[in-house]
């Protein structure tokens, strides 16, 4: 068997035009222009790809940009001072602080400060409980971006085993909450699991999140099951030239599986499109309305 190829990069150009859409609509109807508001501190090289990347998509979409880049030695006072005035100005509906931060800066202390409302990224405790008790919340764009990946391959996700390889607070357990709302039969896995490869092998749906490189291999893969890979690791290549690889060897993996994401063009642009949906979503609710996206 090859898996067919779950095309993100597609899926992810369809998000951005829904999202589009909604903003003409907010503008139209509501006199309402969504605002984003992007905080980089340093000058990681790839953190800057995804902030420029992050501007560029938001003004696409038609919304306000608001770049904030600090440098690397920012204190975490001026940090959460910054942020003070992003949860009181009026124009911006959406915050986002890139990570990861610098030593000095206490990553929990500033996402803790984002007001609720506004924290596009999903990342505060308000969300997360609102998330996990079921309630309307902000979810984090890389797992809802899987999620939808998901259900466009499968349709209907009940009753499906998903195995979520890793625990992180920002993927793995978010992702894990999600595929439990879709009625899937959920495990977490991680580190301390006695053996993880015969756990993966129960999986209909593979979440590989652990930041390894190619860490599952091909049979960890139950025959036909949707592989979805949001690892993103720079590794050297041939002729020492660097190259991006997933958590999931992807030839192995793709000759058992029944679908399967790349890395690149698989979750990755996934998570800029979810975020630019959160920022609309974002504005519509602090504007009385609901959120114009389904699911
Ligand atoms: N505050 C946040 N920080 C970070 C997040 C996040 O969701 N919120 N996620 C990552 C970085 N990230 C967005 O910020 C991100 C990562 C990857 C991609 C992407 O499109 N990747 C491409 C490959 C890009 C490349 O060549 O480097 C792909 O997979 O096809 C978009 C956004 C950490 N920080």
């Not at 009753?159 to 793995?172: K, T």
Request: charged share 20%; glycine share 10%; with cysteine.
């Amino acid at each position: 068997m090859t898996a067919s190829v779950i095309d993100g990069k597609a899926t992810a150009a369809t998000i951005r035009q829904e999202v589009a859409r909604a903003v003409e609509r907010l503008k139209a109807e509501a006199g309402l222009t969504p605002g984003l508001a992007v905080v980089l501190v340093g000058e990681d090289p790839a953190s800057s790809i995804y902030v420029r990347n992050k501007n560029k998509q938001t003004v696409e979409a038609g919304m306000a940009s608001f770049e904030h880049k600090l440098d690397e030695g920012t204190s975490e006072a001026d940090l959460l001072a910054l942020i003070d005035r992003l949860n009181a100005d009026p124009a911006v509906n959406g915050i986002l602080v890139q990570l990861p931060l610098p030593k000095q800066i206490d990553s929990a202390k500033v996402l803790a400060a984002i007001d609720p409302a506004k924290d596009v990224d999903g990342f505060h405790v308000v969300n997360a409980g609102r998330l996990a008790t079921g309630q309307d919340a902000l979810v984090p764009c890389t797992p809802l971006g899987c999620v939808i990946l998901a259900k466009q391959t499968l349709g209907d996700l009940s009753g499906l085993e998903a195995v979520v390889v890793g625990r992180s607070n920002i993927v793995g357990k978010p992702v894990a909450q999600l595929l439990l709302q879709e009625n899937c039969t959920v495990t977490i896995a991680h580190s301390r699991t006695k053996d993880l490869a015969a756990t993966c092998r129960r999986a209909d749906i593979l979440i590989a999140a652990v930041g390894r490189p190619e860490m599952i291999k091909g049979d960890w893969v139950k025959p036909g099951a949707t592989v979805i890979d949001v690892g993103i690791n720079r590794i050297e290549g041939e002729g020492g030239k660097g190259k991006i690889v997933g958590d999931v060897a992807y030839d192995e993996a793709a000759a058992v599986a029944g679908h399967i994401t790349p890395v690149p063009g698989g979750v990755g642009p996934m998570t800029i499109a979810c975020l630019l949906r959160n920022t609309v979503t974002a504005a519509a609710r602090q504007n009385g309305l609901s959120s114009p996206f389904a699911g």
